[in-house]
């Protein structure tokens, strides 16, 4: 039974990958013009049964937009059925990015839908960041998208861009946007787009996933060095005039990166597609899937709290926290109502949230719990 339920898991989330391919997509649009059932966000008439009497306050004139597309496989009572990113920005709003279901923002008092209609790129969110304007910053798989406050405006290969399906975003400390994609890497000065290509390591039989250039995750630590996280070719560092590599040869656990994140001692956690959870201090590599400490093979959506615990999710094991001394697992026999979490995030209100297979989730410190169309939203 725990096999197969891992095996539909796997199903499932390979599926979201899927997506990403033209072929699916065309199919997924002829099943659809064919008439497929479409289900809905709730209407504006609906807003007291996603909002919580007691938690906030909504005027009944106030609207939820609804998503432009037909979204599959969705549970019922789910705000959407894949997250994949969590914001907050300087305003306080949440951001939600989805995985090919568009994107929702949560301030305080309304959630609404924003999608392709609104000038969003794509629909599948893929990084979310805010400039010192308060503009806020979506990669998207058709592009790069800027909210300003008022509308969106989406950047594409008629722009400068070097392709429209971006993988990983960042803004450095100078303000400069850096975005990873599927054909490299490419920074943004708020005016031009320039290519940066990085070299690829020596590696003994790449198999990249989806494509040799392909750019997963842009981290800057706090040297004002850009860590470049790689389809195949391990870890790319520039330092601001040279490149060094990190591989499976140096130590590293596998040369698929998934995603990067600094801690606040210094240390770079790495999570990757094959070879579990790395975690680097400068001089060395600690693996600990392939020393039995954790589960899962692809680790990611790192997050550090604010005590100073490390969070991350491992595929078909729900999520791990690490205390600085030992790991905790909480999965579904916890309450967790997904073994397939993408995204972690600690809102400014101490606020714990889950995103990925399955939709939204919280976390109050001793419990996982689903945020559905009925909230919970507040405490």
């Known amino acids: 039974m725990a096999k197969q339920k891992r095996i539909d898991n796997r199903m499932r989330y390979m599926y979201s990958r899927l997506k990403d391919y033209s072929l699916l997509f065309s199919f997924i649009f002829i099943t659809a013009c064919n008439g497929q059932d479409k289900t809905h966000a709730p209407q504006d008439h609906a807003l007291d049964s996603l909002i919580r009497p007691g938690d906030i306050t909504a005027k009944r004139s106030q609207q939820i ?8 496989f969705f549970i019922d009572g789910q705000l959407c059925q894949h997250v994949r990113r969590i914001f907050q920005d300087k305003s306080g709003n949440l951001w ?16 609404e839908y924003f999608s392709e209609k609104d000038g969003l790129g ?9 400039d010192r304007d308060a503009n806020v910053w ?11 406050g008022h509308s969106f405006r989406n950047f594409v290969v008629q722009d400068g861009l070097i392709d429209n399906n971006i993988w ?49 995750c842009i981290i ?45 001692q210094g240390n770079i956690w790495i999570g990757t597609m094959y070879g579990g959870l790395s975690r ?18 692809e680790v990611g959506g790192f997050c550090e709290d604010k005590s100073g615990n490390i969070w991350f999710a491992a595929e078909n094991f ?36 889950l995103g990925g297979w399955g939709g939204l989730f919280r976390y109050n410190g001793t419990s996982f719990f689903s945020v559905t169309k009925d909230g919970p939203w507040a405490e």
């Open 65 to 72: 937009k609804q998503p432009s597309s037909d979204r599959l």
């Open 96 to 111: 939600f990015g989805t995985n090919v279901y568009n994107l929702m923002r949560y301030n305080g008092d309304t959630l």
């Open 122 to 130: 794509g629909g599948r969110i893929t990084g979310i960041v805010e």
């Open 138 to 148: 979506f990669g998207t798989y058709g592009g790069l998208t800027r909210y300003d």
């Open 168 to 216: 990983s975003l960042i803004i450095d400390r100078n303000g400069i946007l850096w975005l990873g994609t599927l054909e490299g890497v490419i920074r943004f000065d708020g005016n031009d787009f320039t290519s940066f290509p990085i070299p690829q390591a020596e590696v003994k039989e790449p198999k990249p996933i989806l494509s040799h250039r392909r750019v997963s």
């Open 220 to 264: 800057e630590d706090k040297m004002g060095n850009l860590w470049f996280g790689t389809d195949s070719y391990g870890i790319c560092i520039y330092n601001g005039k040279s490149f060094t590599h990190l591989t499976k040869s140096d130590g590293l656990c596998d040369n698929n990166i998934h995603d990067l994140m600094e801690d606040s």
């Open 280 to 297: 680097y201090d400068g001089r060395s590599f600690s693996n600990f899937t392939e020393n039995g400490v954790i589960s899962g093979k």
């Open 318 to 353: 729900g999520v791990y926290r690490f205390n600085g001394t030992s790991f905790a697992n909480f999965n579904t026999e916890d309450g967790l109502n997904s073994n397939g979490i993408l995204c972690i995030f600690e809102d400014n209100e101490g606020r714990f949230w």
